[in-house]
């Protein structure tokens, strides 16, 4: 049960610090960085939640692992396309 | 449903083969729209014969299983984009050589239709979030075909749709952890109204605000819609801000306990003035044609943001019929908007409102299809977004809601300045801004095309509203 709360607290944290890095910034890097913090924090969340059943002796709850699954995708694709505009805007100020 | 599937399916199978394939890439794109819009038309047909139409994908059970539902709504939703993305893809294949628009339209824009489709359809939260998140993702790429001054525009605008989705799905994961199902029919009327829903709830409605370019949530979108090039603006500000709008909508008319309708109709009110009357006046200060048509996006938003409030407060369902009417009208009439200015500045080669001095003279045509669509998003007689208007006023007449009946006028007011202030420039004709090239027909009356579309909106109300009640019923 400990565990639980623990892995909750964190889950807060990590998604408290994303939100304030997106929203201080101001580097574009450092905002998609948080944003990659702020989804860490929700998978987090959302894998804790899949969790629960488990303290009851239950399987753990599948659906949210497939979530989670799609979301990390979701999350590695967007980060690769953010990074690449922003390559380009940086190489465009160089040139 | 296998309609609804193939309706999903073509254009991204045509993105896919246009990938492989890029010299066949503008058949396989006027192919796939013209099959979806023929499509969808048989789909809105058996939807009102048979009533709504249902699909667990994969065939699992409920609980397990993505729902797609095509009612009524959704079917004419799902023709609206078929149209308005035929309508575009023509206009873009007329003018792709002139204005060297990139290869990569075409497998783009005809993701942006599949992701859309598939939003349209899906009645699962998750699901929905990776529409959006689809949605999102190509729209972005979508923008950066300018080039490289919308690269910076382009990121603001990835960033600001990622932590809208980021909210979004914190909110359906707080959802889940309490209430366990994620199928929108089976989370109905299960809601209770305590402090867990009510986070998840603003969290959710934020990050679609957020998406959909609610004012004040708005920042990133006239940049954005501004920096595309003409047929990836008309897209984008006619169907990709309506998706997430379309979500709101399902969250709070299907989901939400009553407790909460108020206040949040309160909310959505207050967004919905600050729309109409700031972004009305923004749009007025813009010295950048473009700019204006985006900011009149935003502050045209903020009718359906009035609708959505009253729905809620007052449980009439013309509220819901002008809901709809306004994201129809709106979409038709905001496609001609960007398509005719576009089409003005590749022509004149300006980019200031000032320098469309004597269009009337010079582009006949495409200032008249800018002034067509610009009468539907005021509200003038005939056109659609007259109808959506005069059924909204109807309803407030019946909710005897008088204070807004008089803040409808004066945002008709802002509204008539900023097209006027285009209109009246273009009948200026001394000293007319000479065009770049001799002015081509054909595009401009392709831009003229959906301007006619919201036109006869007007003369189909009966059936449009017919199809609307019932939904209701």
């Keep these: 049960m400990l565990s639980l709360y623990v892995y909750f607290t964190l889950a807060t944290l990590l998604i408290g610090f994303g939100a304030y890095g997106v929203w201080r910034g101001p580097e574009l890097l450092r905002r998609i960085l948080a944003l990659n913090i702020m989804g860490a924090g929700i998978f987090l969340l959302m894998v804790t939640l899949a969790y629960r059943p488990v303290l009851q002796g239950e399987p753990a709850d599948s659906v949210l692992h497939a979530l989670v699954l799609t979301g990390l995708v979701v999350a590695v694709s967007a980060t690769a396309f953010a990074l690449a505009l922003l390559g380009r805007i940086l190489q465009k100020g160089k040139a | ?473």
């Design chain 2, 1 to 473: 449903m296998s309609l609804a599937l193939g309706l999903v399916i073509i254009p991204l199978l045509a993105a896919l083969l246009m990938l492989l394939w890029p010299r066949l890439a503008r058949g396989l794109q006027l192919a796939a729209a013209l099959l979806c819009t023929i499509l969808a038309t048989m789909l809105l047909q058996l939807v009102q014969q048979e009533g709504s139409q249902q699909l667990f994908i994969g065939g699992w059970n409920p609980l397990l299983a993505i729902r797609w539902q095509a009612d009524s709504v959704t079917a004419l939703l799902l023709l609206l984009s078929a149209v308005l993305h035929l309508l575009v893809s023509g206009y873009a294949l007329a003018v792709q050589q002139r204005d060297k628009l990139a290869a990569a339209f075409w497998p783009l824009s005809s993701l942006l239709l599949a992701s859309l489709q598939a939003l349209w359809l899906s009645r699962d939260l998750f699901n929905l979030y990776v529409c959006l998140e689809l949605l999102g993702m190509v729209a972005v790429a979508l923008v950066t075909l300018s080039g490289d001054k919308a690269m910076r525009p382009a990121l603001h605008y990835l960033l600001f749709s990622l932590f809208a989705s980021l909210c979004y799905l914190l909110g359906v994961a707080l959802l889940y952890g309490a209430y366990g199902a994620l199928d929108l029919p089976l989370l109905q009327g299960q809601l209770q109204a305590n402090s867990l829903t009510a986070a998840a709830l603003v969290l959710i409605t934020l990050g679609l605000m957020l998406k959909a370019a609610w004012w004040p949530l708005h920042l990133w979108l006239p940049a954005a819609h501004a920096a595309a090039p003409a047929p990836v603006s008309a897209l984008l500000s006619a169907l990709v801000v309506k998706g997430p709008l379309f979500i709101l909508v399902l969250v709070w008319t299907t989901l939400a306990p009553a407790a909460f309708l108020n206040v949040a109709a309160y909310a959505f009110l207050v967004c919905a003035l600050g729309a109409l009357l700031l972004a009305g006046v923004a749009a007025l200060r813009t010295p950048y044609s473009k700019t204006l048509v985006a900011y009149s996006t935003v502050a045209q938003l903020g009718y359906a943001m009035l609708a959505l409030a009253l729905m809620l407060s007052f449980n009439l369902p013309v509220f819901t019929a002008a809901l709809w009417l306004f994201v129809m009208a709106h979409a038709l009439a905001k496609a001609a908007c960007f398509l005719s200015i576009g089409e003005m500045q590749q022509t004149l080669g300006v980019k200031k409102v000032a320098q469309l001095k004597g269009a009337s003279q010079t582009m006949p045509l495409a200032m008249f299809a800018f002034a067509v669509a610009g009468g539907s998003l005021i509200g003038l007689p005939p056109s659609g977004g007259f109808l959506a208007k005069w059924v909204m006023l109807l309803g407030l007449w019946q909710a005897q809601q008088y204070f807004l009946l008089l803040v409808l006028l004066v945002a008709t007011l802002v509204s008539a300045a900023y097209i006027f202030r285009v209109v009246v420039l273009a009948f200026d004709r001394a000293e007319p801004t000479a065009p770049d090239f001799s002015p081509q027909l054909l595009p401009q009356w392709l831009a003229l095309l959906p301007a006619l579309a919201v036109w006869a909106m007007a003369f189909f109300s009966m059936p449009l509203l017919a199809i609307l009640q019932q939904e209701l019923s």
